[in-house]
C-alpha cells in the first residue's frame, strides 16, 4: 500500500529532522535557495493568473504546484524546518543540539531569502521590460500587495500586530502540515494530492508565509510600493517568521510527536480469567 501510517510517517519526521542538522553548509544553503526561487515562481504564477482571470481561487488552487515540485526535489524552506529539525533535539537524538537546530534555521532563512530575492529581480525586469517602462499590471498588484500587507497592519497599531501574528501561525499550521503529508504517501501522485490540499487553503485565505514575502515584499519595492524595507521586516518578515515558528512546531510537529512518537500508556485489558469468571457468575 502507498499509504503510511501516522506512527511511520512521524518517525520519519524525526529522522528527516535529524539529517538536516548535520547537513553540509554547502548543501543546507543550495537547497533553501532553490525552495526560496521555486516558490517565488509559484508566487508570480499565482499572482498573474489572478490578474489575468479576476479569480483569486483560480491562482490558489494553482499555486501549490511549487511547493509540490520544490519537495519532491528535496529542497528547503524554513516553514518546513520549523517544524521537522526540533523533533530530532526533542527525541533526544545523538549530537542534536539547540545549537544545531538554530544553525539549520538560520542558514535556510538565508538561502530562502536569497532564492526568492533573485526571482523578485527577474520579475521585476520582466514586468517593466527592465525598467524602462511603468510595471505592468502584475506588477501594479505586486506593489498594492506590499502596502497592503505591511502599512495595513501598521495602520491597526498593536492589533494588527496580533493579526499578523495569528496569519503566520494558521499558514504554517497548513504549510507543515503539507510537509508531513509528503510523508503520508511512497507514491508521487499520493504525496502531490496530500500537499496539494493545505497549501491551496493558506493561499486562498491570506495567511503569511515568510518565504513567499521574500518575493512579494521586495519585488512590491522594486515596483513603485509605497512603503519602506524597514516597514517589511517590521510589520510583515520578522512576526510572520515568529509566527510561522510557533503554528508549525506546535499544531503539526509536537502535536503528532506527543501522539504518535510519544504515545501514552495503553491501558491494561483484565485478564482473561477474570472475564471468564464474571461471565461464569
Known sequence: MSYVTPQDFTRKMIDAGEAKVFMATRDTLIRAFMAGAILALAAAFAVTVTVQTGQPLVGAILFPVGFCLLYLMGFDLLTGVFTLVPLALLDRRPGVTLGGVLRNWTLVFFGNFAGALMVAVMMAI?????????????????????????????????????????????????????????????SVPGKVIAMWMPIMVFFYMGFEHSIVNMFLFPSGLMLGGHFTFLDYMLWNELPT?????????????????????????????????????????
Open 241 to 281: 517568521v515568529l509566527g510561522n515558528l510557533v503554528g508549525g512546531i506546535t499544531f503539526v510537529g509536537l502535536t503528532l510527536y506527543a501522539t504518535h512518537a510519544r504515545t501514552a500508556p495503553k491501558r491494561q485489558a483484565p485478564a482473561p480469567a477474570l472475564h471468564a469468571g464474571i461471565a461464569a457468575e
Open 126 to 186: 520582466i514586468f517593466t521590460f527592465g525598467f524602462t517602462e511603468a510595471p505592468n499590471e502584475v506588477g501594479k498588484r505586486l506593489g498594492s500587495i506590499g502596502e497592503g500587507r505591511t502599512l495595513g497592519y501598521a495602520a491597526h497599531g498593536a492589533a494588527g500586530m496580533l493579526t499578523l501574528f495569528i496569519r503566520g501561525v494558521l499558514c504554517n499550521w497548513m504549510v507543515s502540515t503539507g510537509v508531513v503529508a509528503a510523508m503520508m504517501s511512497t
